[in-house]
């Protein structure tokens, strides 16, 4: 067996964080007497974004995106709402949502069978990713969970794998595996890090970063571990 351990990405790659992101999204807007139509959500998003790219460019604070976005959304719409409120409820519900990829369970029982030592490694909020790992189902198959805010640093980050890579009991990184949909995160970080990477292209995005697999369903994962 060429690998012993595998880093699992969670957002888009075990979890479906577009499905759960939506639903979130809706549910605050409507609450808060806010558009929450099929435009209005194609605004937020863009309004996310933007808010994250400053963030990757080093002009903010990460902790300036999640009230600064609902601000943002409710200028646009030249809109009053409780912003602090707004960004408390988003996250809650975000952890509430379970949402699974296709097929997800069945590819981690043959994987689980099969030895191979599981670490969730994921960027994002403590509360929000143990819990939606709990309500999905997929804890037990993780023997360890790595989340960035724990870790101080994020994907792709060496130093977040360094975090990871101390508490694990494997040390040989030509053992280890990044499996995750994100170029700029899982990619790239394992690159960086010098771990083989499987990139996620069900919506076959163009490749900036060559890894060492691609996979267009989580089903293929059988054919390479």
């Keep these: 067996m060429k690998y012993t351990t595998l880093f699992l990405d969670l957002d888009n790659t075990l979890l479906d964080f577009s499905k759960a992101e939506e639903v979130s999204i809706r549910r605050v807007l409507s609450e808060h007497n806010l558009p929450f139509d099929d435009e209005a959500i194609k605004i937020y998003s863009k309004i996310n974004r933007s808010w994250w790219e400053r963030f990757e460019n080093g002009e903010i604070p990460k902790d300036m995106i999640y009230e600064g976005r609902f601000i943002s959304f409710c200028e646009h719409y030249s809109k009053t709402a409780d912003t602090a409120t707004m960004s408390v409820k988003y996250t809650t519900y975000l952890g509430e949502s379970n949402y699974t990829i296709d097929g997800v369970f069945e590819v981690l029982d043959y994987l689980k069978a099969k030895g191979y030592y599981f670490c969730a490694t994921t960027n994002g909020l403590c509360t929000t990713q143990y819990s939606r790992i709990k309500g999905s189902g997929l804890e037990p198959y993780f023997d360890g969970v790595f989340v ?33 949909d994100s170029q700029s995160s899982d990619i790239l970080g394992g690159i960086n890090s010098g771990i083989d990477t499987c990139w996620y292209n069900p919506n076959n995005m163009e490749e900036k970063y060559k890894p060492t697999y691609e996979i267009k369903t989580l089903e293929e994962l059988k054919g390479i571990l």
């Design 148 to 180: 960035s805010e724990v870790a101080k640093s994020q994907k792709p980050d060496p130093e977040y794998f360094d975090f990871v890579i101390s508490r694990i009991p494997e040390k040989d990184k030509s053992k280890m595996l990044v499996i995750g």
